[in-house]
């Protein structure tokens, strides 16, 4: 045990590149995918173990999908590629004089070609303190404490019901009316009201309701204004209650307050902000206000060639206009990282990069959902049309053909017998606020804004 | 919302009998099936939404199965069946006189029967502060721990050989020989030496050792003598190094001591010993010396006619042998009550109980497992055939055809792409004693007994 089983590659065969890749998402992973048939030696960094296919992590929240049905081993997807090693490592900082990766072990991991690809979080606009009362949604973990709590409001629901008669009202409370707001509403609408109706005794699982509450004027801010009218009115008919313009002042544990009213809330999901991974601080490079870092059409921030910005991290203008943190150009960026070493090893100009936009989808619920198409023809999809195609294309995308399998024989079982195969509360089982609520008594919740 | 959709039933329908259950496992379960055409209210009662179906948990501590695949919500299993409510509550009290359970809300549930299934939890045999360094396999979240910690060491040992050239050995000690120990032991084999082979680049997963330290004479003792051999030569041929009669006398972070000597491991896991669920003692009945409480062949304790105990916590004698603590004789209780009662409410002489025994099984590995066939012929198997009737009999077992269609395709992928679909580190990427066992540097771990 113990032996060397292989050279380590950025140690052994240093006349080749070295690449360090940080981040295993969309554009981490096809910038490794790009490098394999190149001479150059990719250690892909990642703090987690797996790769997370997030536009489907909504639906493992909302008991649809377990987390190894959209989540595999970094090290698993690139398992035949010989020239990448995966570290599951943090990295702490980046000496670009230097070229060296500092990690967290103390172990500074030299680089002839750095990829930062680390992505976005959560931003609570300096409201750090409202997170443990609004978790958002961008990792397995996050994904599986959503569940919990909104499988747990039910359950306690039924509990207060049967021991006392009466229960704090089943207020759902979604912030921000972006894609994931919008999922995330329609999917608690979607399991409330279909998916749980024989399961209780005491409580009416379709009187749930779910508000969806946005400070701007319309949900999908980043869609055309036909297809944000289409997804409020698909939302709507869900039993979405959408409050657009409402900006979110204070938060509780069990209550929010938006438009000087205090709405009670079992479940505060939060999925109003984004901000850049702190790892683009790092290069010291110029950011936007969000913390991206600034890249040119060959995606290196100014002066820094051999540094590559992927991803939701990167702000690429294009055509005077920005080029969106989403899966699609994450996938193209990573992509082009392997033509521009190509272009370096072969002693050719670095080609510029052009982000080909084929459309972009946001799913509202079971058979709604929107569509901007501009590839191969241009057009504005919504209700079955646009569901369709979000499944089709989803499917296409995930990673492995053993998730695809199970994704689909996930929906098509979920979609027939209105059951979801996932509704586990694990860990924790108390809810924040919930006990508040209680004690404050029926009646004292008060109605939130009718819509 | 929070109208009373359905009377409570046992407030409402005072004139039928009220049934408490607690504990959705086998045993609660099929109680309450076995209810379902008799005029009686029941009310299903656990701290836990979901039924587990334990027989298949080793599987998802080795990442072959998600949690979804072997539990359902308890109210989604009983959901056609009216004549049910299912509460997610803790027990706290039992007053046999008063014939009332206490819950942990403070509310006491008044009943006509009681039937208390709560089954088994682990022992340490006095020495609780081992349970944080070697965790047991009874729950999901117990799975999920053990899955975490698992992957983790070969994460941990690749970053360390990275690194620093070297890493501590990837000893894997499971402590005790029944039928757990032995499966966990066998799957930790396979999984290291089957299904990550191509995964590392610089460590040799093959080469990880698994330990299984008995204190007995025999691996599964409570199999006949034959078959422990087999299932130690099976175990040996897979690789696990079998010590049996080797008690474990101390243990820290990083190591075990037995038979004198400190054998060093990166991920040590408990299936010793159980002990039956503390609700037993809230009975006043006598109990045995593991806690399970002492009943007649009708299943009641004595002089509780309306008190039935089922299952794991049951300590039933029948022809001079103790009737087994696994999922069968559980199953078979449960369906037992229903007979009970239905002769009850029909003015008729109790029927005795008898368990009817078909066998019992243990799997090894792949492809190796253990079976004593009582029915419908007598045999001993191993190898394969007794396998295939594992995986046989397990699928017919499952509660649910969704689940049934999502082992059999996991398995199905499994076996035939060397690759397990779960393999996702969540949660805190630390491992108990790993930065001791570095620190002490390269050849302090010593070696671990010879087998």
């Known amino acids: 045990m113990g032996e060397l089983t292989e050279p380590l590659p950025y140690q052994a065969q240093a006349s080749r590149p070295r690449v360090v890749i940080v981040g ?41 999908l377990s987390p190894a049905d959209i989540a595999q081993p970094i090290r698993t997807i690139l398992r035949h590629q010989p020239n990448v090693q995966v570290l599951m490592e943090e990295v702490e900082s980046i000496d670009v004089e230097e070229r060296r990766v500092g990690l967290a072990s103390g172990v500074r991991l030299p680089y002839d070609y750095l990829v930062l690809a680390t992505g976005a979080t959560h931003s609570y606009f300096g409201r750090e303190d409202w997170a443990p009362l609004a978790p958002g949604l961008k990792s397995i973990e996050d994904a599986l404490e959503i569940r919990r709590r909104v499988l747990l409001a039910f359950e ?3 509990r207060q019901m049967q021991e006392y008669g009466w229960h704090p009202p ?51 801010a980043a869609y055309p204004e036909d297809l944000s009218a289409k997804a409020e009115a698909e939302l709507t008919k869900l039993g979405v209650e ?21 709405i009670y809330s079992v479940v ?53 206009r920005e080029v969106p943190g989403v899966a699609q150009p994450a996938m193209q960026m990573g992509d082009h990282v392997g ?49 369709v195609t979000w499944l089709t294309v989803h499917i296409f995308f995930l990673i492995g ?24 509360i694990t860990g924790d089982q108390r809810l924040p606020g919930w006990q508040d609520q209680v004690a404050a008594g029926p009646g004292a919740a008060g109605d939130p804004p009718q819509s």
């Open 242 to 262: 959408v409050h657009t313009g409402t900006h979110v002042t204070g938060m509780g544990p069990g209550w929010v307050e938006a438009a000087g009213k205090r």
């Open 24 to 64: 295993g998402g969309f554009a981490g992973l096809h910038a490794a995918k790009g490098l394999a048939k190149l001479p150059v030696d990719v250690t892909v960094v990642d703090r987690r173990n797996h790769h997370t296919f997030q536009p489907l992590l909504y639906q493992v929240a909302l008991a649809v």
């Open 170 to 220: 089943l207020n759902f409370v979604v912030i921000g009316g972006g894609p994931t707001g919008v999922e995330l509403a329609g999917a608690i609408s979607d399991i409330a009201k279909l998916y749980m109706r024989h399961d209780f005794r005491h409580i009416d699982p379709t009187k749930a309701r779910v508000l969806l509450l946005d400070s701007g004027p319309r949900v999908l």
């Open 268 to 320: 505060t999901l939060w999925a109003a902000g984004v901000q850049a991974s702190p790892l683009g601080r790092l290069l010291g490079a110029p950011l936007d206000r969000r913390g991206c870092v600034l890249v040119d059409d060959r995606l290196n921030p100014p002066g820094l060639p051999e540094i590559f910005v992927l991803g939701d991290l990167a702000h690429l203008d294009q055509d005077g």
């Open 156 to 158: 306690l629901a039924e």
């Open 401 to 424: 053909f053993r998730n695809r399998i199970s994704v689909v024989a996930a929906w098509v079982w979920s979609y027939f017998t209105f059951t979801r195969g996932a509704r586990l």
């Open 339 to 387: 033509k521009v070493l190509a272009a370096d090893l072969a002693g050719l100009p670095r080609p510029a990069f052009r982000y080909f936009d084929k459309g972009d989808m946001a799913t509202i619920g079971r058979m709604a959902a929107v569509a901007k198409v501009e590839w191969p023809i241009k057009a504005h999809w919504s209700g079955l049309p646009a569901w």
